[in-house]
């Protein structure tokens, strides 16, 4: 199985602020890397899928990079709606794995 | 607009069965492979099967494997899952989603595996 750490586990940032987390895979998985927003009581929502590709709708604030075995999520101009815990995950192969998710806190 | 809407969940005794329901619409449902995730209270999310759009390849976690069937109706535009020989373990909010990277979500819905 392919294993999938994120870092930090959780982070404090303030309104205005460029936030970073980082998503390592075990094994090379190319880009076949998703991202997705939780807030509390809700569905995750999709934002990044194949790395670096914006869903629709998604704004363009939200950015990915990385492949093979190194990605990250990149969020600018940090909002009060964007306090939520995010997660990765790989869908190179069964079984999809996620990440364990970064709580972005005020 | 897609739309993916759950049903089927509730509070079930260990070794209980549930069917798990996921109607979908705003798209071509047949194109698609959907999945099953679930969140465990407080707890990160996991995946739990696959379908491809045919119906014709299915793929389970290995914690439900041999109890969990994944299955899908393409005239009905749904996807299910039976859950046989719950455990307390498979409690949680379970997601369907469009796509083995999910692209569209549900909201979920609930089961409680509890005597």
């Known amino acids: 199985d392919i294993q999938m750490t994120q870092s930090p586990s959780s982070l404090s940032a303030s309104v205005g602020d460029r936030v970073t987390i980082s998503c390592r895979a075990s094994?090379?998985?190319?880009?076949?890397l998703s991202w997705f927003q939780q807030k509390p009581g809700k569905a995750p929502k999709s934002l990044i899928y194949d790395a670096s590709s914006l869903q629709t709708g998604v704004p363009s604030k939200f950015s990915g990079s990385g492949s093979g075995t190194d990605f990250t999520l990149t969020i600018n101009s940090l909002q009060p709606e964007d306090f939520a815990t995010y997660y990765c995950?790989?869908?190179?192969?069964?079984?999809?794995?996620f990440g364990g998710g970064t709580k972005v806190e005020i | 607009e897609v739309q993916l809407l759950e049903s089927g969940g509730g509070l079930v005794q260990p070794g209980g069965s549930l069917r798990l329901s996921c109607a979908a619409s705003g798209f071509t449902f047949s194109s698609y492979a959907m999945c099953w995730f679930r969140q465990a209270p407080g707890k990160g999310l996991e995946w739990v099967s696959a379908i491809s759009g045919s119906g014709g390849s299915t793929y389970y976690a290995d914690s439900v494997k041999g109890r969990f069937t994944i299955s899908r109706d393409n005239s009905k535009n749904t996807v299910y899952l039976q859950m046989n020989s719950l455990r307390a373990e498979d409690t949680a909010l379970y997601y369907c989603?469009?796509?083995?990277?999910?692209?569209?979500w549900g909201q979920g819905t609930l089961v409680s595996v509890s005597s």
């Open positions: 094994q090379g998985i190319s880009t076949f």
């Open positions: 989603a469009r796509q083995v990277g999910p692209d569209f």
């Open positions: 995950q790989q869908n190179k192969s069964y079984p999809l794995t």
